[in-house]
T-cell receptor
């Protein structure tokens, strides 16, 4: 079945630094990937839709200059949290879609802690 | 706009008991419906999905769900719960299979021995 690999699974960084999270589709080509943020005991909040070869589409209220998304190939999308602050600490999850109707496959998530 | 409601924030059942998790959606056309399960600190695993056809959908781990258009519901069921089923369950609705998903707030399932 479709597999999405997300890396790293956990990262701790200092305030003011940047962190890059990778999302790879291992056995299928993903023209569209999604980035979600999940607060403790809350549901998933869609941050942005990432399309290969084009600019990401951000949801309302999400700062595109802070959360940089790059989808340079059909198997890789990256989310960079720039100038991270403690309030950016969260669980970030990516998902990818292969062919229409195949459904969405989620990565295992990244726990970001900013200290 | 699409929306998903999971009325039960937390459900506790005994091991071996039956389970039903409720999900109601709001969407103008025929929705694409999904149930996902999430263990603590993990990503989401797809349990089952409904796109079209038979309204009773079988999933992994013995789960099933029934799409009822008249009730705008897609409830998840399992006849006999196992301790390993304890997790957070999310219902989601999508459009066309290639659009963003809208998630419910989730239902936390606790299984008592």
């Amino acid at each position: 079945g479709a597999v999405v690999s997300q890396h790293p699974s956990r990262v701790i960084c200092k305030s003011g630094t940047s962190v890059k999270i990778e999302c790879r589709s291992l056995d299928f080509q993903a023209t569209t990937m999604f980035w979600y943020r999940q607060f403790p005991k809350k549901s998933l909040m869609l941050m942005a839709t990432s399309n290969e070869g084009s600019k990401a589409t951000y949801e309302q209220g999400v700062e595109k200059d802070k959360f940089l998304i790059n989808h340079a190939s059909l198997t890789l999308s990256t989310l960079t949290v720039t100038s991270a602050h403690p309030e950016d600490s969260s669980f970030y999850i990516c998902s990818a879609i292969g062919q229409r109707g195949s459904g969405y496959t989620f990565g295992s998530g990244t726990r970001l802690t900013v200290v | 706009a699409q929306s998903v409601t999971q009325p039960d924030i937390h459900i506790t059942v005994s091991e071996g008991a039956s389970l039903e998790l409720r999900c109601n959606y709001s969407y103008g056309a025929t929705p694409y419906l999904f149930w996902y399960v999430q263990s603590p600190g993990q990503g989401l695993q797809l349990l089952l999905k409904y796109f079209s056809g038979d309204t009773l959908v079988q999933g992994i781990k013995g789960f099933e769900a029934e799409f009822k258009r008249s009730q705008s519901s897609f409830n998840l069921r399992k006849p006999s719960v196992h301790w390993s089923d304890a997790a957070e369950y999310f219902c989601a609705v999508g459009q066309g299979g290639s659009e963003k998903l809208v998630f419910g707030k989730g239902t936390k399932l606790t299984v008592n021995p």
